[in-house]
Structure formats: structure tokens, C-alpha cells
């Protein structure tokens, strides 16, 4: 496979789908609304109490339901309660999600894991690994994307980075995922997802060899600026132009 002709270099891709005021991020109507404009879709997954793998950013269910609490503690049978910011979109588990994209466009999903690696990586898997549409992974997490490069090594990995300022990290984390320096090793990502704020820098410049992607682009003239520096961005505000 040339990845460099794949869909994840010459399609601009919707973060957290094609959301807007009526669609919110990482809904089931933002992912219709991606398919429709043909828009590959960037999403998030993380697990909850009872193994289900959720779409959804935040650990926090605050800014997005106006609810107290934490995602971690949910259980299925609660999620229905749960609708985003203020419309009747709830979370959707990405099992509904597949049902829905089902091939249509490619999907680009981020396994948000800043703990112990296995249980969302592979509760994600059995849900991938029999469905017949175009996908890829992501991740800040190294060890996550090597329990798919070891359980599922046809599944194209992508390391996400920025300079994590501000993340409650470590010195010593952040030294090395800023400079990406478990990829050879660990992670052996088949692209780079960078923070478009950070870009250039020298640390993408050492994997000139794979595809980077620039996140998140929030305008046309943003857009502009970086493109020379990437390969291909994700969007969300307003849709990119050549």
C-alpha cells in the first residue's frame, strides 16, 4: 500500500466529525453530516465501566452535557441520558457509529489511554477488526498503538505529538513524546499526527518518510499558512479550499 495516495493524505478529514451548531462534535448527526460532504471522519474513543467503547473527547462529561462527572464511570444503559450540549445527540458508542459510517467514508479514530494499555485497545479491535470500511488509528499514548502493532499489525498507526504545554505530564514524558522518541522502538507509527501550532519543528523532520497531518486547522487562511509544512490536515469550523 502507498500510503502517501491513501485517503489519509489526499482527503481532508473532519475532526470530531462535520459538527456545527446543529450537529455537535463527535455525534451521530456530525458524523451524517461528514458523510454527506464526503468528508472522512476523525473521532475519539475511550472505555467505560462496563468495557462499552465510547465517541467522546473529554473525560469530563461537563463541557459537552452540562453534567457533573467523569465518562469512566458511565455505563451503557446510561448514555442515553446523557445528550450533547443542549440538542437530542447523545453519546454514541463506536459500535453505533460503524453501523452508521458502514464504509461509507474512512474514519480516523484517536484511542484516548493515558493509563493502562489493553482493555480499550482491545474492546476497540473486536469492533474493528470485522468491519469492512476503511479506518486508521491514532494516538498520544506509544504503548497504545504498540498493542496494535503486535494484536493487529494491518492496522495503519498514526503517533499524534505537540509540544504539551500545559499537560500534566512529567518532565520527562513530556521530553520525549514532544520529540516523538519512542517510535522506533515502541510505537513504529506509519504516520505522524502533529499540533499544527507546533509546525515546523525539527522533531517531523527526522520521519520525512511518513505522512503528517496537521491538527486541528480552524480556517482557510490557517490552512494556508501551514499546508507547505504537511501533508494533509484536520479541520473543524469551516471546510478547507485547495
Not at 500500500?1 to 455537535?24: C, E, Q
Not at 444503559?77 to 445527540?89: A, G, Q, R, V
Not at 504545554?165 to 513504529?188: E, H, I, P, W
Request: glycine share 6%.
Amino acid at each position: 500500500m502507498d500510503i502517501f495516495n491513501s485517503w489519509l493524505v489526499t482527503d481532508y478529514i473532519a475532526h470530531r466529525g462535520l459538527h456545527n451548531k446543529d450537529f455537535p462534535e463527535n455525534s451521530l448527526g456530525a458524523f451524517m453530516n461528514a458523510i454527506d460532504n464526503g468528508y472522512p471522519i476523525e473521532l475519539d474513543v475511550q472505555v467505560i465501566s462496563d468495557g462499552t467503547v465510547i465517541v467522546f473527547h473529554d473525560y469530563s462529561l461537563a463541557r459537552m452535557t452540562g453534567r457533573d462527572g467523569y465518562t469512566k464511570n458511565l455505563k451503557a444503559e446510561e448514555l442515553k441520558d446523557y445528550c450533547l450540549e443542549h440538542t437530542n445527540y447523545i453519546i454514541p458508542t463506536l459500535d453505533e457509529v460503524l453501523k452508521l459510517v458502514d464504509g461509507q467514508v474512512p474514519i480516523l479514530i484517536e484511542i484516548k489511554n493515558e493509563g493502562k494499555v489493553g482493555e480499550l485497545e482491545k474492546n476497540t479491535w473486536e469492533l474493528l477488526k470485522n468491519y469492512n470500511g476503511e479506518f486508521a488509528i491514532q494516538s498520544f499514548n506509544p504503548y497504545s498503538l504498540e498493542w496494535f502493532k503486535i494484536n493487529a499489525p494491518k492496522v495503519l498507526r498514526g503517533q499524534l505529538s505537540s509540544y504539551l504545554k500545559g499537560a500534566n505530564l512529567s518532565f520527562f514524558k513530556r521530553f520525549a513524546l514532544k520529540r516523538m522518541l519512542l517510535n522506533k522502538k515502541v510505537s513504529q507509527p506509519n504516520f505522524i499526527s502533529y499540533d499544527a501550532k507546533n509546525l515546523p519543528n525539527r522533531f517531523v523532520n527526522h520521519y520525512k518518510n511518513l505522512p503528517l497531518l496537521a491538527w486541528c486547522i480552524r480556517s482557510q487562511s490557517q490552512y494556508l499558512k501551514i499546508a507547505k509544512y504537511c501533508d494533509n490536515i484536520i479541520f473543524e469550523g469551516f471546510e478547507p479550499k485547495i
